[in-house]
């Protein structure tokens, strides 16, 4: 039994997709066992459970190993007083008891957050935030992509806040010109700097429909001055929005996640743009691709 508690279990929940990893502890982490298996959210939140019981069983099998405890990443928020999902994208899942409902299932303590501090988590404990700086105080790792999101690790730990928000920074009003957001308000950061709000911008400039690799590549190439426009106002807004970020929580590193994440520009002209709104002489943060890709989310909910 004390042979377990050298290791780490984690299950990242997808719409499409359950990822489960065994990691064994120590200075150097080391991935003992990964499985994938499809959700199936289609069938119910009952069948969801019974995937992740196939899942954890399959790991116990590739390890010979049995878990602790388990830490969850899922795609929504915990409800802090309820300890229920909500804003959960797999709607099956909200306001269910889904943690205690695992805890049955396995007897075990289960820890669960949402897959954005869990992508955070991950880059700070095991990826490029851990490389720079193991014992970084803070580290904010930033998703864009469809949307805007992003989670805050202080001295190794998630800070989740009281109504389970923290890092929810693609809510704070940037400008009116992003127009309504899906939550209801005007101008939200995600209106103005997600993936799909820059696409719309691009089309709006030139009737074109164009992915944002695209309009980046163009840019980069000096070929358009409208995927230049749109890459300006990326920059622009992007470093006004951070810096709101940075005066709050002055993370020494920050991880930039998520397919807008990918835009070269923001690591020059957009740390430039940000240097301009801190309240402090210079800026000293890192601004970092983060490593772990696609595994973050699963890597982040075994160090839960």
Request: net charge negative; proline share 4%; with cysteine.
């Amino acid at each position: 039994m004390d042979e377990n508690k050298n290791y780490l279990w984690g299950v990242d929940l997808g719409g499409t997709k359950i990822e489960g990893v065994v990691i064994r502890k120590g200075d150097n982490p080391e991935i003992l066992a990964r499985e994938r298996i499809p959700t199936e959210r289609e069938k119910g939140y009952n069948h969801i459970i019974r995937q992740i019981e196939k899942l954890i069983g399959q790991l116990k099998k590739a390890t010979g190993l049995e878990p602790e405890r388990l830490g969850i990443g899922v795609p929504g928020t915990i409800d802090k007083n309820t300890r229920r999902l909500k804003n959960c994208n797999t709607t099956v899942l909200i306001e269910k008891p889904f943690r205690e409902d695992l805890e049955k299932s396995f007897s075990v303590p289960v820890r669960m957050a949402n897959d954005a501090n869990c992508f955070a988590l991950a880059e700070a404990k095991f990826g490029a935030a851990y490389k720079i700086n193991p014992k970084a105080e803070v580290v904010f790792g930033v998703i864009m992509g469809t949307g805007v999101g992003g989670g805050i690790v202080v001295n190794g730990e998630i800070i989740e806040g009281l109504q389970g928000i923290a890092g929810e920074w693609g809510h704070n009003f940037l400008d009116e010109s992003g127009g309504k957001c899906y939550c209801g308000r005007i101008g939200c950061v995600e209106t103005v700097i997600s993936g799909p709000a820059l696409e719309r911008y691009y089309q709006s400039l030139t009737g074109k429909e164009l992915k944002l690799d695209d309009i980046s590549r163009l840019h980069e190439e000096n070929a358009d001055p409208y995927a230049t426009q749109t890459i300006d106002r990326l920059t622009y807004f992007f470093g006004r929005a951070i810096a709101y970020v940075i005066n709050i929580i002055d993370p020494e590193i920050i991880l930039l996640g998520g397919g807008v994440g990918n835009v070269s520009a923001l690591y020059k002209k957009g740390v430039e743009e940000t240097q301009k709104h801190v309240f402090n002489l210079g800026l000293e943060t890192k601004f970092v691709k983060p490593e772990l890709g696609d595994s973050a989310g699963v890597i982040g909910a075994a160090f839960l």
